[in-house]
């Protein structure tokens, strides 16, 4: 029989410490595994957000030996057992009560982003025409599972607390979605430059990083709106050219 | 008596999958106040489970495709003992519900035309599920949800509600309580929809996440309604079986409609073994056939192994007790094969099936397109639930609707794969018209204290029977065994005596439920949850028990060994299950539906 410790956090938004656990591992468990484990054996009152169990839905995000991490997906065989596993809950959010982080915050920032505009339907009956080469890209950001471990690992809302500024790599991927959708005709750049932040990111990557969608979220989604907002407000010569023939963008 | 908030909509829906979410969009979209109550976080629900796809009859791959033929391939799958008229609507409103999805944002996998992609599934005789790879859900759920967090709908998140409150014969209230905090809420409104989903959380075995415990059957049972067809559960016959912590966890059906084989532990594709007389001449009988047809041969028929999931399923149960499994009990699913008819194998197999990759990759350490995955039966659908109205979707409760799997009849005594996502799109949007109507001829009601005060000691009582010192016990020992019950006496093949039994040791179970403690505090305290949860889970247990017990005949998801052939007097017969004046359950024999001349025409054009 192998058993493991883990270090895990208890406590609340008041504060807390970590406490050990032991329990024994099997063939192909996964950390969530072994923490509901602990929660039937040995502490009724743990408390861990789950859903899908499959890395589907994004609801147990945590931190284990200190990376951001769906507890889910993450198996017990790629950890090292000989010393104390510790998890904790993601830091970027307020805690409230063990892995459990208060994350309504991101749910308030997207009602900020316009929302979906499609251009009129190009077929008769009301449906539209799009080539898959044109949505791959799109299809790529659709794939979040808002897990917001890429939220949780960026410097500037998990070490600077930029909430009311900035919108975090999550956002910017859903405002890539809905902006190189190629139905849609919303103009979100001005939110991206001034209410939502984008000039904050400095594409350190760490987001790309721990997607466990493997997004690239940088190179994909980041960069190419923040060209798009160089482009339209300080790209000094297309200034210049659309003053002169009234050309947007 | 402990405090408690209270909040009033027009309509109120409980549970925010698909079913949930649409029926919200619509009532709002009346300009009525709407509320929204979900267990978990908002897009989380187990409707990002989905993988395959939503059918609906667009005719873009396929254009001898219409409802008439959906219509005709989902009563046959359901063994002509659903409710035709739902049967009915849903082919006939899906592909609307499907086009309004696109104009929301969902991005489908697209033709070489530029429309909306559909693939194959069981069942259904046509190419007919529109799909984003394999995870549908995942864009369906999106997609409703960030349409609806324009609509002024107010989110009430991480909220379980434990009782419907009654004013005569209508529900005028729900009551709950936040999981974040642990207080108690009142939740008061003129139209409640229910779209809580399933309950294969009484099964061991099971796809299902935590939710799934049967909240809105056993809410709308405890409030007077009539639920139908509960012996019918859909067993999906592939689900993960190894490693053991991943049991159950669903294997699309979409591996088998890109091309994917069903071998025992000798290689042989059993599924050629045994093809039903009403599926005969729909289906390839050689392999090279199955597999044209899998790449778009419109002349082509069917692989055995896309017949229904209550076939496939009891087919690979016959396998492994017959000794040819699998190691880890199974048998194998082997989508790797194709590298003999495609020369880009690996990468149209991840393109095709990304989610199944990488789940397999992850978490069972196993490359799907180098090697055959391990696959056996999980508790995945409840095709039985709560009685509706097919057009309205009001329960036989005044003032309460019910969509989604909580619903039943649609499917009858088995569900089509991808009839499910349609199925919640156009009756969640059916349930959000009707009760926002409702509402709106319904004036505002009152609400009965007692029923409140009893409730809160209800549901403290796991608490506080804690603080007795030593007394009470873990409610997870109890879900355990009520799953191993379930698991063992109540699973794919079924015998009078096993069931009998079932009933015997549910009862007992429930005693034990009365006395669960959980210890701790109140805030997102799982114990807690668990306890309260039990009593739902042993109610929809019990009324599966009884109804699968009382009938002896064989038909879709429901077999029995010991009536192994369908019975003709049986198919004109639905089980309803209500609870008694005396709180004990009944169950009762009503017939089937009458379906009208000009839908039995259909049908038969199909046969």
């Known amino acids: 029989m192998t058993t493991a410790t883990f270090k895990i956090w208890r406590g609340d938004a008041e504060g807390g410490d970590f406490k050990d656990y032991d329990t024994e591992i099997t063939e192909g468990m996964v950390v969530l595994d072994a923490v509901h484990q602990i929660q039937a054996e040995s502490a009724n009152d743990l408390a861990v957000r789950w859903n899908c169990k499959a890395g589907k839905c994004g609801s147990c995000s945590a931190e284990v030996n200190g990376m951001p991490r769906l507890l889910c997906m993450t198996r017990m065989d790629t950890i090292d057992i000989d010393k104390p596993i510790s998890i904790e809950p993601i830091k970027a959010f307020p805690t409230m009560r063990d892995l459990v982080t208060d994350v309504s915050w991101n749910f308030e920032v997207k009602k900020t982003i316009k929302k979906f505009n499609p251009r009129p339907p190009d077929a008769e009956d009301g449906t539209w025409r799009m080539a898959q080469e044109d949505v791959d890209r799109v299809q790529e950001f659709r794939k979040c599972i808002e897990c917001f471990l890429c939220q949780d690992v960026c410097h500037v809302l998990r070490d600077h607390q930029k909430t009311e500024e900035f919108i975090g790599p999550r956002f910017l991927v859903y405002t890539a979605a809905l902006d190189m959708h190629p139905l849609d005709t919303e103009d979100r750049l001005e939110d991206l430059k001034d209410a939502h932040g984008i000039g904050f990111c400095n594409i350190t990557k760490c987001c790309t990083h721990v997607c466990p969608e493997n997004i690239t979220i940088t190179d994909n989604a980041i960069i190419p709106l923040k060209e798009r907002v160089a482009d339209r407000f300080y790209d000094p010569l297309k200034k210049l050219f659309r003053r002169l023939f009234g050309k947007k963008s | ?607």
């Open chain 2, 1 to 607: 008596m402990d405090s408690y908030k209270t909040f009033e909509y027009d309509v109120l829906v409980i549970g925010a999958g698909g079913a949930g979410l649409r029926a919200s969009i619509e009532a709002s979209a009346a300009g009525i106040s709407v509320g929204l109550v979900c267990k978990s976080l908002l897009g989380k629900a187990h409707t990002v489970m989905a993988e395959g796809g939503i059918a609906a009859a667009l005719s873009n791959v396929d254009d001898r495709d219409d409802w008439k033929t959906h219509f005709a391939d989902t009563m046959r799958g359901g063994q002509y003992v659903n409710n035709y008229r739902m049967a009915e609507l849903h082919a006939q409103e899906a592909p609307e519900r499907v086009h309004e999805l696109e104009a929301w944002g969902a991005v489908f996998d697209r033709t070489g035309d530029q429309k909306i992609l559909q693939r194959n599934f069981g069942g259904h005789k046509y190419p007919r599920l529109a799909h984003v790879g394999d995870r549908t859900g995942l864009e369906m759920i999106r997609t409703l949800q960030d349409h609806g967090i324009h609509q002024g709908i107010d989110v009430h998140m991480e909220c379980t509600i434990i009782r419907l409150l009654k004013e005569g014969d209508r529900v005028t209230a729900a009551f709950g309580y936040d999981r974040e905090r642990g207080k108690f809420r009142l939740f008061k409104a003129r139209a409640i929809v229910l779209a809580t989903g399933g309950y294969g959380r009484a099964y061991k075995i099971t796809s299902n996440s935590w939710e799934y415990t049967g909240d809105g059957h056993s809410l709308a049972y405890d409030a007077g309604a009539d639920l139908i067809d509960m012996e019918y559960l859909q067993f999906h016959p592939t689900g993960m079986v190894w490693p053991p912590s991943v049991r159950g966890i669903l294997v699309t059906e979409g591996v088998r409609g890109e091309g994917g084989v069903l071998r025992n532990s000798e290689g042989n594709r059993f599924m050629f073994d045994d093809i039903p007389d009403l599926y005969k001449d729909q289906t390839a009988d050689n392999p090279e056939e199955g597999w044209i047809y899998t790449q778009g041969d419109k002349e082509a028929r069917r692989p055995p192994e896309l017949l229904t999931r209550d076939h496939v399923a009891r087919c690979i149960i016959r396998e492994i007790r017959e000794g040819r499994g699998s190691p880890h009990g199974g048998v194998f699913l082997d989508i790797a094969w194709i590298r003999e008819k495609l020369p880009n194998a690996p990468e149209h197999i991840k393109r095709k099936l990304p989610s199944m990759y990488h789940q397999f990759k992850e978490l069972a350490n196993l490359d799907i397109t180098e090697e055959p995955m391990e696959v056996g039966p999980t508790t995945h659908y409840a095709m039985g639930g709560i009685r509706v109205d097919g057009d309205t979707q009001m329960s036989t409760v005044q003032g309460l609707f019910a969509a989604g799997e909580c619903a039943g009849g649609m499917h009858g005594a088995n569900r089509l794969g991808g009839n499910s996502l349609s199925d919640l799109l156009v009756f969640g949007k059916r349930a959000g018209e009707y009760a926002a109507e409702f509402a709106k001829e319904n004036g505002a009601t009152g609400v009965d204290d007692s029923a409140i005060a009893d409730t809160i000691q209800w549901a403290l009582a796991p608490i506080e029977r804690q603080e007795a010192e030593g007394s009470g016990e873990s409610p997870y020992q109890i879900q355990y065994d009520l799953q191993d019950t379930m698991q063992e006496l109540v699973g794919i093949v079924r015998t009078q005596e096993e069931m009998d039994q079932a009933v015997e040791k549910i009862a007992a179970l429930k005693q034990r439920a009365d006395q669960a403690a959980a210890p701790g505090n109140r805030e997102f305290y799982p114990g807690w949850d668990t306890a309260l949860d039990l009593h739902n889970l042993l109610t929809i247990s019990e009324a599966v028990a009884r109804a699968a017990a009382r009938r002896q005949e064989s038909r879709g998801a429901h077999f029995r060994e010991d009536y192994p052939d369908k019975d003709e007097e049986w198919g004109k017969t639905s089980l309803v299950v209500k609870k008694g004046g005396d709180g004990t359950m009944e169950v009762s024999r009503e017939p089937v539906m009458d379906i009208p001349a000009e839908l039995q025409a259909i049908i038969e054009e199909n046969r």
